[in-house]
């Protein structure tokens, strides 16, 4: 009898430490597992680039096509203190720009009239003024055509009198007086000599002789310089070139999207017709 109780009594021993150590392992393996998806276990540099990366995507895709030569939204809606909800498409100054696109043109989120001219970031882009210069400054522009090799300045006309265009025509291409800001929404009319006399003044006086190379899907880009050394660059597409009479009035038709046209004397060494292109923001 004494002998099967200390059998069972060894048996139970056996059993215990064996459960004893079937807790010591499953201790450490839930542990282990545990401690392998902590849920609040640091970012890797790896996977926090990757979000940062993500967010530029997004911030790229607002702009369409256009391009910035500066650094990084993120960190500039943390110094203006922005919400993070919506943080792209809202407008905390209800000026009617949204916090990207003060971002692009350096103007202040927070207050609608940044350089306090009485003329709020909105007016003065949709009319192509500096908003953050007051007065009625203009950013500096140029255009830029790869195809044709030309990279000419833009001379903003004060006003329609041919005089005055033909003055402005000496310093680069001229915009039409009152027709749309580039990149703007509407018609942004643009022209430039394809030949002149031969004792003209002025660097542009053939300018635009090649623009009739230029075809459909071919890219203008025009870039914008403001005072506070935001640089803006809008590409467009061509879309249309036709010759027509000098008065015809598609040259100067409103549109509903971000059309720039271009126009030059034609055929070559006259000035009878119009050679036009109309070319469209690319989105
Ligand atoms: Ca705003
Ligand atoms: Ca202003």
């Known amino acids: 009898m004494g002998e099967i109780f200390s059998k069972i009594k060894v048996y139970l021993k056996r059993v215990a430490l064996l459960g004893g150590l079937s807790l010591v392992v499953f201790s450490i393996a839930f ?40 650094a990084w939204f993120p960190d500039w809606a943390k110094i203006n203190q922005l919400a993070a909800d919506n943080v792209y498409d809202a407008d905390p100054d209800g000026d009617g720009l949204p916090n990207y696109w003060e971002y692009v043109y350096g103007t202040n989120p927070n207050l609608a009239d940044t350089d306090g001219d009485g003329f709020s970031d909105k007016q003065e882009i949709a009319n192509g003024y500096d908003p953050d210069a007051p007065g009625e400054v203009k950013p500096l522009v140029s255009v830029r055509i790869d195809k044709i090799g030309v990279e000419v300045p833009m001379v903003w006309s004060q006003s329609t009198d041919e005089n005055n ?96 046209t271009l126009t030059t004397c034609w055929p070559l060494g006259t000035n009878f017709k119009r050679l036009i292109i109309k070319a469209e923001l690319v989105k």
Not at 37 to 53: N, Q, T
Not at 200 to 206: E, I, L, M, P, V
Not at 209 to 232: A, Y
Not at 244 to 256: G, H, K
């Open 31 to 70: 542990f282990l597992v545990n401690l392998n998806i902590d849920p609040v276990r640091e970012i890797s540099p790896e996977a926090a680039s990757i979000k940062e990366a993500k967010t530029n995507e997004e911030f790229k895709k607002r702009l369409g096509s256009s391009d910035i030569t500066f």
């Open 165 to 260: 265009m033909l003055a402005d025509l000496e310093k680069g291409v001229g915009h039409y007086y009152q027709t749309a800001s580039p990149g703007q929404i509407g018609n942004a009319v643009i022209s430039g000599h394809s030949s002149n006399y031969f004792w003209a003044k002025g660097d542009y006086n053939h300018i635009f002789k090649d623009l009739n190379g230029l075809e459909k899907g071919d890219t203008v880009t025009v870039k914008m310089m403001q005072k506070n050394g935001r640089i803006i660059i809008h590409h467009f597409n061509v879309a249309d070139k036709f010759v027509t009479v000098p008065d015809d009035e598609r040259i100067f038709a409103a549109t509903s999207g971000q059309t720039l």
